[in-house]
């Protein structure tokens, strides 16, 4: 049987109430007392033991109950604790389903848009070649006809650039590591900042859930270093250890005094509402002039 502290105490006591016992009884202590107070009658002395008795006892009682007072309090916190764990756990469902529909919808309209936009394209760019190849047209027609043929192929290209933001087709046919590599490449290319990209071999059977979310965590904050802290070079570094994923992206950007004061745009709320949804943490450290450190740590349990 394990000895806890109540059992130490318990015992404490015993032992007081046993040598105050032996002493009282070697001494006598009890007589002594009533012989004392016989010179003090006047002043009811000898009451004094009984009412010492009651005082203990109300003490007792007072304590009693503000233990009980105690116990109730800890138990009701307790269930706030838990009320605020499933409410918790409750928002991190309802995110999750909302940025999967959202990531259906990407899905659906990136389909839709290469199924029309592509097939549409195509027939303009081949109705132009026929045309050019037909030589019966007037200068000034010739000149619109390649005008058209021009816009058609910018559309293409923009259709697929839209593509490529709506769902990546490297997250789902070369997995993660390949896609946030592409991502930082393009990214490289169309900023001329450099991107560096670490990542380990990351084991199979990754969710797509949480392959998407990282992905768009990291697109975001690319983004943002876009729009915000003209940098000269970006770091983004992926981890794997026994507790989940970290993710940790930095920049030799402006940076900021102040962490707290960061006004949550769209930006920083949506990749914060991500996190939330795998029930992750992010944290963001920086100083004025030396850059900006985002690190976000995804539980096992998410993956």
């Not at 997250?171 to 560096?196: H, I, K, Y």
């Not at 768009?216 to 802290?229: D, G, P, Y």
């Not at 507790?243 to 950007?253: A, F, H, T, V």
């Amino acid at each position: 049987m394990k000895i806890t502290q109540i059992h130490k105490d318990l015992l404490l006591v015993l032992m007081l109430v046993l040598v105050f016992a032996g002493v009282a009884t070697i001494t006598e202590l009890q007589e002594q007392v009533a012989l004392f107070s016989q010179n003090y009658e006047t002043l009811q002395l000898d009451e004094l033991p009984l009412t010492l008795l009651v005082l203990s006892l109300g003490l007792w009682w007072f304590a009693w109950r503000r233990t009980q007072e105690a116990h109730a309090q800890l138990q009701e916190r307790s269930r706030s604790e838990l009320k605020v764990q499933e409410l918790l756990q409750h928002n991190s469902d309802l995110l999750q389903r909302l940025f999967t529909a959202e990531e259906d919808e990407r899905l659906a309209l990136a389909r839709e848009l290469h199924d029309e936009m592509g097939q549409t394209c195509t027939a303009i760019r081949t109705e132009v070649a026929v045309l050019q190849r037909s030589g019966r047209l007037h200068p000034e027609a010739e000149e619109s006809v390649k005008r058209i043929g021009e816009s058609a192929q910018h559309l293409s290209q923009m259709t697929r650039q839209m593509l490529h933001r709506l769902r990546p087709p490297a997250l789902d046919s070369m997995g993660l590591e390949q896609a946030l590599m592409t991502l930082c490449d393009d990214w490289q290319q169309n900023t001329q900042t450099v991107c560096e990209f670490k990542a380990p071999t990351l084991p199979e059977g990754l969710n797509d859930y949480a392959c998407v979310t990282v992905y768009r965590i990291v697109q975001e904050a690319l983004t943002n270093v876009t729009r915000h802290a003209h940098a000269k070079h970006v770091r983004v570094q992926l981890t794997l250890d026994s507790q989940g994923l970290n993710l940790n992206i930095e920049d030799d950007g402006r940076g900021m005094a102040d962490t707290q004061a960061v006004h949550p745009g769209f930006g920083l709320l949506g990749m914060q509402e991500r996190v939330a949804s795998v029930a992750g943490r992010m944290s963001i450290s920086s100083k004025l002039g030396q850059g900006l450190r985002l690190a976000i740590q995804i539980p096992k349990e998410s993956l």
